[in-house]
């Protein structure tokens, strides 16, 4: 298959370094991110002759993540890869926390990546399978970071549910677990963890790992 690949969540970091490697084997590419000024800055940075598209999408929004998934299989085709690295990073404690911001913060980091596999893995699987793939961190939770932790452990759990029910049918599910902060240069440079979903995807069915701890 040399199908589409879907960035839901595509910032500057990760999101830009996985389309620059997913564009190196020359796979067109839809860019999802909420603000059209990101889009257009990790656009830029591919420098790459595939079709590349961009939607402005809001993922705690259920409607406005699936009107945008819908607009990005008209413009590049149905995804062979989906990639979910949305992800509402910034630090909380416990006492800061209300019953808003947690909910708004589950809905991106685990309602958006539930949402998008409702709506796109039935397609996958009827054109042969595929990678779902999330970005997870926070292996050991911390307590000035309470609703990260509490998202990236809701999506690797996501993760082994899809798994669960879909790898019979063709679908790799997976979770890139980052365990520090990303930054250029060193173990946790975008470039280098962007070679992980590559070898995510190109993966033999039978040895397909669940998750990848970096």
């Given at each position: ?12 970091g ?89 909910l ?29 793939l ?19 452990l ?61």
């Open positions: 298959m040399t199908g589409s690949v879907f960035i839901i969540g595509a910032g500057p990760i999101g830009a370094a996985v389309a620059r490697r997913f564009a190196r084997e020359n796979r067109p590419i839809a860019l999802l991110a909420r603000r059209h000024e990101t889009l257009e800055a990790v656009r830029s940075s591919v420098l790459s002759q595939v079709a590349i598209a961009t939607v402005a999408a809001d993922c705690s929004d259920e409607r406005s993540l699936r009107r945008g998934l819908d607009t990005a299989v008209a413009e590049v085709g149905p995804p062979e890869v989906v990639i979910y690295n949305a992800a509402v990073i910034r630090p909380d404690r416990i006492g800061e926390l209300t019953m808003s911001r947690i708004k913060t589950w809905a991106v980091d685990v309602g958006g990546a539930a949402i998008a596999g409702s709506h796109l893995i039935p397609t996958m699987v009827d054109n042969g399978g595929g990678s779902f999330i970005t997870g961190g926070m292996p050991t939770p911390k307590f000035d970071y309470v609703t990260l932790s509490l998202g990236k809701g999506v690797r759990t996501l993760a082994r549910i899809l798994d669960a029910e879909f790898a019979t049918q063709g679908l790799h599910v997976a979770s890139v677990t980052i365990s520090d902060v990303v930054a250029p240069g060193g173990r946790y440079d975008p470039d280098i963890i962007a070679e992980h979903y590559w070898s995510l995807h190109v993966q033999p069915a039978e040895s397909w790992d669940l998750e990848v701890v970096i």
